[in-house]
């Protein structure tokens, strides 16, 4: 009970729990980073698989010409009716071998930011040649596909691999910002030299 300053008992109890937090407390919190979050981990593996998979097999597709693709000859000409005016083919070859690579990386969640990064510049310059013809792909000219093929090696560019990846114990899983901003840098500057050197 409390008493008031008018000598009054007022009939409330003061509150006299306080909140105790376990010995541990500390420690537990510089160990959350690493704690298994079954749900992230495992939408993350996901991403990687599905966004990985499809860029190798278009990766495939430019390089040999499997899965009904046109190999380095067909792409260098799709490349030139895109608006690439000089070193097709070069261009052709550097595409296929970043979509290969990068996919691949990113499937097994190895050098993460750097396989969301290669995979981040192809579709960035895609999305470049093809804003002009709008959002929507009608006919295959809208850029909405190669926008959310962007968007998901962005978003793994910052989040990181997880950990079901060979990159579980690496200094870029464990701080993924400032690999991220690398990575992100890397892509720009990609894109930034293919567009400046072969339009």
């Known amino acids: 009970m409390t008493t008031r300053?008018?000598?009054?008992?007022?009939?409330?109890?003061?509150?006299t729990t306080?909140?105790?937090q376990p010995d541990d407390f500390e420690s537990r919190m510089a160990d959350e980073p690493e704690r298994w979050h079954s749900g992230l981990d495992l939408g993350l593996l996901v991403l990687r698989l599905?966004?990985?998979?499809?860029?190798?097999?278009?990766g495939l597709q430019k390089l040999f010409g499997w899965f009904g693709g046109p190999g380095i000859g067909g792409f260098a000409d799709a490349l030139e009716s895109f608006g690439y005016t000089t070193q097709t083919t070069?261009?052709?070859?550097?595409t296929a071998l970043a979509e290969v690579t990068g996919g691949a990386l990113l499937v097994v969640g190895?050098?993460?930011?750097?396989?969301?990064?290669?995979?981040?510049?192809v579709a960035a310059n895609i999305v470049f040649v093809k804003f002009g013809d709008g959002f929507f792909m009608g006919d295959g000219s809208g850029y909405e596909y190669e926008l959310m093929l962007g968007a998901a090696a962005?978003?793994?560019?910052?989040?990181?691999s997880g950990r079901i990846a060979l990159d579980k114990n690496t200094p870029w899983r464990r701080n993924t910002l400032p690999f991220g901003f690398v990575g992100?840098?890397?892509a720009a500057a990609g894109s930034v030299v293919v567009l400046i050197l072969c339009r």
């Open 5 to 15: 300053d008018d000598g009054y008992d007022d009939g409330f109890d003061e509150p």
């Open 110 to 121: 190895l050098f993460t930011p750097l396989g969301a990064a290669a995979v981040l510049g």
């Open 184 to 186: 992100l840098v890397l």
């Open 50 to 58: 599905v966004l990985g998979g499809t860029m190798v097999v278009h």
């Open 18 to 20: 306080t909140i105790s």
């Open 154 to 160: 962005f978003a793994l560019m910052f989040t990181g």
């Open 90 to 94: 070069l261009l052709s070859w550097v």
